[in-house]
Structure formats: C-alpha cells, structure tokens
C-alpha cells in the first residue's frame, strides 16, 4: 500500500511563504507522476501542480503559476511545493497525491489513485 504523508503546512500572513513536503513510500520518485491539490471549504478539489515521471516536467495551475515551485527529492522521499507570494485564496488544505498505475502527470483528481490526509495552509489578509 502506498503511503503519502504532507506536512509544512500552517498559518501565515499574506505575501509569506510556506513549503510543503510529501513523504512518500513510491520509490524511486522519478518512476511516478506526483501532484499536489488543495480543496477551500465549500469549493471542489482543484490541481495545483504536477510533476512527471520521466523527465520531471512540472506543470502549474494559473492561479498559482510564478509562485509555485514542485520538486522532488529523490533521496530523502519527498515530493515537495515552495508556495511563495501567498494570498488569502491560497487557503484550503494541500493534499499529495500519485497515480502509480498509469504514472501520469495531470492536474485532474481522477488521474491519482492514492491520497494523502492532507495539511492546512491558512493565508491571513
């Protein structure tokens, strides 16, 4: 059973930056598609970005191109997202997935087959 834990996540002031980390038992990293997606109350489950298993391509949604960053670490297990230039609609809680079956790289849910529990970014005006 694959396993995905997020941490970093927390309260911060607009224009801060947070940096989320991914803990991850598919390994080696670079053989999976990975992504991260962040669901605000009362809103659906939205991509934020996604990282490729081959050549680790990185793609972003619009809404958080420029401010984002996702890597991997292939040592240490993670899968991480440099958020800078926070803004209040950045507020949801972030949540790591993986599509091991098809190891793709999309920012649509029903591409992922295993989910984190999720960590709460909260950004203050």
């Known amino acids: 059973q694959v396993q995905l834990v997020e941490s970093g996540g927390g309260l911060v002031q607009s224009g801060g930056s947070l940096r989320l980390s991914c803990t991850t038992s598919?390994?080696?990293?670079?053989?999976?598609?990975f992504g991260w997606f962040r669901q605000a109350p009362g809103k659906e489950r939205e991509g934020v970005s996604c990282?490729?298993?081959?050549?680790?391509?990185?793609y972003y949604a619009d809404s958080v191109k420029g401010r984002f960053i996702i890597s991997r670490d292939n040592a240490k297990g993670t899968v991480n997202l440099q958020m800078n230039s926070l803004k209040p609609e950045d507020t949801a809680v972030y949540y790591c997935?993986?599509?091991?079956?098809?190891?793709?790289?999309?920012?649509?849910?029903?591409?992922?087959?295993?989910w984190g529990q999720g960590t709460q970014v909260t950004v203050s005006s």
């Open positions: 997935t993986v599509d091991v079956q098809f190891r793709r790289c999309l920012l649509s849910s029903n591409a992922y087959d295993h």
């Open positions: 598919a390994f080696p990293l670079n053989y999976y598609g």
């Open positions: 990282i490729s298993s081959r050549d680790g391509s990185t």
